[in-house]
């Protein structure tokens, strides 16, 4: 495999001046930017995600973005890594040529209240704050979406303050419903199914993140931005019967008009 020429230093990691290739599998080809999570190698690995499915090498099924790398998956019987690598060379050098397109946020309303926010309190003690200051802090910023892992649909989001930044728990619980909002240490993220997990978990949206009979089938992807919009019981489910009911708009705008 084909390792990066060099790299880059910065305060946490490497970012590499060449990306590293790694064999995934037996269908997967692993393309590395780094060994640190940082905002801009995430934008890079978007940029090349776009180009690629774009203009989809011949073989390859899917492209999964992640942190700091990209997964291509690929059909061993029509192509190879030997043929994938000088492609993605390519790609990854061509960038200059081919602008990013601003990418998405979505507005997501979250309800805080106590009933559907069982951490909140405890996040509130750990960082000596009031919940309403946790609140006002969670809402606050744009969350890239870096990439969505664990279960179909779940965001790993950057940008958490550093505020509310909260140890996950101790003991995972066993069930914890879908759509609710979880801090773990300096992550946000969003439960889209009824799982397992250990989050702190300080509020809950009424929106489905995965539905198997949609297209897509996940209502945000890797590349967009979240907003966290606060909402009232009472807005709560109202939004909740909307969505059941196939009459809920999901607000989208470009992030330029966000920010």
């Given at each position: 495999?084909?390792?990066g020429?060099?790299?880059?230093?910065?305060?946490?990691?490497?970012?590499?001046?060449?990306?590293?290739?790694l064999?995934?599998?037996?269908?997967?080809?692993?393309?590395?930017?780094?060994?640190?999570?940082?905002?801009d190698?995430?934008?890079?690995?978007?940029?090349?995600?776009?180009?690629?499915?774009?203009?989809?090498?011949?073989?390859?099924?899917?492209i999964?973005?992640?942190y700091?790398s990209l997964?291509l998956v690929?059909?061993?019987?029509?192509?190879?890594p030997d043929?994938l690598?000088?492609?993605?060379?390519?790609v990854?050098?061509d960038?200059?040529?081919?602008?990013?397109?601003?990418?998405?946020v979505?507005?997501?309303?979250?309800?805080y209240?106590?009933?559907?926010?069982?951490?909140?309190?405890?996040?509130?003690e750990?960082?000596?704050l009031?919940?309403?200051?946790v609140i006002?802090?969670?809402t606050?910023p744009?969350?890239?979406i870096?990439?969505?892992?664990f279960?179909?649909?779940?965001?790993?989001l950057?940008?958490?303050?550093?505020?509310?930044?909260?140890?996950r728990?101790?003991?995972?619980?066993?069930?914890?419903?879908?759509g609710s909002?979880?801090?773990?240490n300096n992550?946000?993220?969003?439960?889209?199914?009824?799982?397992?997990g250990?989050?702190?978990?300080?509020?809950?949206?009424?929106?489905?993140l995965?539905?198997?009979?949609?297209?897509?089938?996940?209502?945000?992807?890797?590349g967009?931005w979240?907003?966290?919009?606060?909402?009232?019981?009472?807005?709560?489910?109202?939004?909740?019967?909307?969505?059941?009911?196939g009459?809920?708009?999901v607000?989208?705008?470009?992030?330029e008009?966000?920010?």
């Amino acid at each position: 495999m084909t390792q990066g020429k060099g790299n880059a230093q910065n305060a946490a990691g490497k970012i590499y001046i060449d990306p590293v290739f790694l064999p995934a599998g037996d269908r997967g080809l692993l393309m590395e930017f780094a060994d640190v999570i940082d905002p801009d190698v995430n934008t890079r690995i978007r940029a090349v995600a776009h180009a690629l499915a774009a203009n989809m090498p011949k073989g390859v099924e899917e492209i999964l973005p992640t942190y700091r790398s990209l997964i291509l998956v690929y059909d061993p019987m029509v192509t190879d890594p030997d043929h994938l690598i000088p492609v993605l060379k390519t790609v990854n050098t061509d960038l200059d040529n081919a602008p990013l397109p601003e990418p998405d946020v979505v507005e997501l309303p979250v309800c805080y209240h106590e009933s559907l926010a069982p951490d909140l309190a405890h996040v509130a003690e750990v960082n000596g704050l009031h919940p309403d200051e946790v609140i006002a802090i969670h809402t606050a910023p744009l969350y890239p979406i870096y990439m969505i892992g664990f279960t179909p649909g779940f965001p790993y989001l950057g940008g958490l303050s550093q505020k509310i930044h909260t140890p996950r728990l101790s003991t995972p619980r066993t069930h914890v419903p879908a759509g609710s909002v979880g801090i773990a240490n300096n992550q946000t993220g969003i439960y889209p199914i009824d799982s397992p997990g250990g989050w702190q978990l300080i509020g809950r949206t009424p929106l489905r993140l995965y539905n198997p009979e949609a297209t897509p089938v996940t209502l945000i992807q890797a590349g967009v931005w979240i907003r966290f919009s606060p909402v009232s019981s009472e807005e709560y489910a109202r939004i909740e019967k909307e969505v059941s009911q196939g009459s809920y708009v999901v607000e989208r705008r470009e992030k330029e008009e966000s920010s």
